[in-house]
Nanobody
Framework: VQLQASGGGLVQAGGSLRLSCAAS????????MAWFRQAPGKEREFVAA????????SYGDAVKGRFTISRDNRKNTVFLQMDSLKPEDTAVYYC?????????????????WGQGTKVTVSS
């Protein structure tokens, strides 16, 4: 299984970015997906998760109402739309996957991880 995250970059506070994570080596529609992030000097943090069918989502408190997770099972890709970005959203963002219908906010629940894409939000 391989996960390739992309879409990170530098954006001003209040701006938007859309991250993508392309998956290969798995039957994508049978895996739940998630995004985590890790800021410098901090532990990795849950951002959002989506069920294998896309009908269930969950979000970390820090991003609720600003970020939206979605997926396209025809393209084996999960997305993270990030709006109203804040400097505290600066982090490396990782996608992760698990072979179950829906997974939660614990890192231990995920079996495979991507390499991360860096997001920097300037004030």
């Amino acid at each position: 299984v391989q996960l390739q995250a992309s879409g990170g970059g530098l954006v001003q506070a209040g701006g938007s970015l859309r991250l993508s994570c392309a998956a290969s080596g798995l039957t994508f529609s049978t895996y739940s997906m998630a995004w985590f992030r890790q800021a410098p000097g901090k532990e990795r943090e849950f951002v959002a998760a989506i069920s294998r069918s896309g009908d269930l989502t969950s979000y970390g408190d820090a991003v609720k109402g600003r970020f939206t997770i979605s997926r396209d099972n025809r393209k084996n890709t999960v997305f993270l739309q990030m709006d109203s970005l804040k400097p505290e959203d600066t982090a490396v963002y990782y996608c992760a996957t698990a072979p179950r219908p829906f997974s939660g906010y614990g890192e231990y629940e995920y079996d495979y991880w991507g390499q991360g894409t860096k997001v920097t939000v300037s004030s």
